[in-house]
Nanobody, 123 residues
Framework: VQLQASGGGLVQAGGSLRLSCAATRRTSSNNGMGWFRQAPGKERDIVAAIDWRGSSTYYADSVKGRFTISRDNAKNTVYLQMNSLKPEDTAFYYC?????????????????WGQGTLVTVSS
């Protein structure tokens, strides 16, 4: 499975971006998916995750109420709508396919990774 993330860019604080992650195979439609982010010098941490049906989601405390994860299995695509962006949201954002149909919140819960898309939020 190959994952292609897109939608990153430069935005002012308070602005919005929508990230997309398209998978090349339908395998991803049966698996949970997640978005992680990694800022320079920091660990790659979970941002949001969603189960295979889109009925259960998880959000890191730092993004609750601002970010929304969703998926379209017909398009093998997962999205991350990011609103009210803050400078501390600046990072590379990575999408990933989970090992199981449920989502995971640890890096080891994920099997396939995208290449990352850079989000920069200016103050």
């Amino acid at each position: 499975v190959q994952l292609q993330a897109s939608g990153g860019g430069l935005v002012q604080a308070g602005g919005s971006l929508r990230l997309s992650c398209a998978a090349t195979r339908r395998t991803s439609s049966n698996n949970g998916m997640g978005w992680f982010r990694q800022a320079p010098g920091k660990e790659r941490d979970i941002v949001a995750a969603i189960d295979w049906r889109g009925s259960s989601t998880y959000y890191a405390d730092s993004v609750k109420g601002r970010f929304t994860i969703s998926r379209d299995n017909a398009k093998n695509t997962v999205y991350l709508q990011m609103n009210s962006l803050k400078p501390e949201d600046t990072a590379f954002y990575y999408c990933a396919v989970a090992l199981r149909s449920a989502y995971g919140i640890k890096r080891e819960d994920y099997r396939y990774w995208g290449q990352g898309t850079l989000v920069t939020v200016s103050s």
